[in-house]
């Protein structure tokens, strides 16, 4: 069998990000060199400010390189946006409150201008996918926040894109209600075979979903470890109990303490 992983959709080579600011420069990404393969899961994870979202973006188009070079599938940032190459999910759901849930998901596809039945049909497989099928007619104030986030990600699948972007999608949620979507992410992202970048501040969260842990400092954001993981592709909750499990955290946490030695 082909191993997928091996043909590079993301490549950053030396890349920094400098942001102008009344203050003076701000100095946000310095010399970030990383390789995504298609069907990685690759998580990015550091201390506050140390530029995993702004990477984030910058391959989503929303902030530009001042060094370096970045592309998406070989083409720029820009192009692999027009081309609908990725979906983005934020850290707030951000869904409309007077839209039904189906609105929301849709709405990405009524701005491209896919047919009424194909938006139909494709919202009626992402709310499957995310396990909302049934849910297509309430508002979001009639559901929970992780129900809610679901719809984001289903929003975000709904043009089919091979990569998923996800800043923190669920920093913001109890830890039970974190763990069940944990295990939903991870069958859906069986189920899709897309290519995931996922922003956290969470080290089980980190360990339990990669395939790849990406370990970043601050001030201004390098990358301090990268981390292949040797956890199977099948991750049950309890495998966070295991020596396995445990020796890749030691090591998440060993970078980010390295990371400091750069203040």
């Not at 080579?13 to 060199?33: H, Y």
Request: charge should be neutral; proline fraction near 5%.
């Amino acid at each position: 069998m082909k191993d997928l992983s091996a043909e590079t959709v993301i490549e950053a080579k030396g890349v920094g990000l400098v942001f102008q600011t009344d203050d003076g420069p701000v100095e946000a990404l310095k010399g970030i060199s990383l390789k995504i393969g298609r069907g990685e899961f690759v998580s990015f994870i550091g201390p506050s400010g140390c530029g995993k979202t702004t990477f984030l973006r910058a391959i989503a188009a929303l902030e530009h390189p001042t060094a370096g070079s970045l592309t998406v599938n070989g083409m720029a940032p820009d192009e692999a946006r027009r081309k609908r190459a990725y979906g983005y999910v934020f850290q707030a759901a951000g869904l409309y409150p007077w839209r039904t849930i189906a609105g929301n998901v849709q709405l990405p596809l009524e701005i491209i201008g896919f047919s009424r039945a194909e938006r139909a049909e494709r919202v009626a497989r992402v709310l499957k996918l995310v396990d909302l099928d049934g849910f297509g007619k309430k508002f979001p104030w009639q559901l929970s926040g992780g129900m809610q986030q679901r719809a984001s990600i289903a929003r975000a699948l709904a043009f089919d894109a091979d990569i998923l972007l996800m800043d923190e999608p669920f920093g913001a949620l109890d830890e039970i209600v974190r763990d069940r979507l944990n295990e939903e992410l991870l069958k859906l992202w069986a189920e899709t075979g897309k290519t995931i970048g996922f922003v956290t501040h969470s080290i089980p969260e980190a360990v339990y979903l990669s395939t790849k842990i990406v370990v970043m400092s601050p001030r201004p954001g390098r990358i301090t470890d990268v981390i292949e993981s040797t956890l199977p592709r099948v991750r049950p909750l309890d495998i966070r109990d295991s020596p396995e499990f445990l020796a890749i955290a030691h090591r998440v946490r060993e970078g980010l303490r390295a990371g400091h030695a750069y203040d």
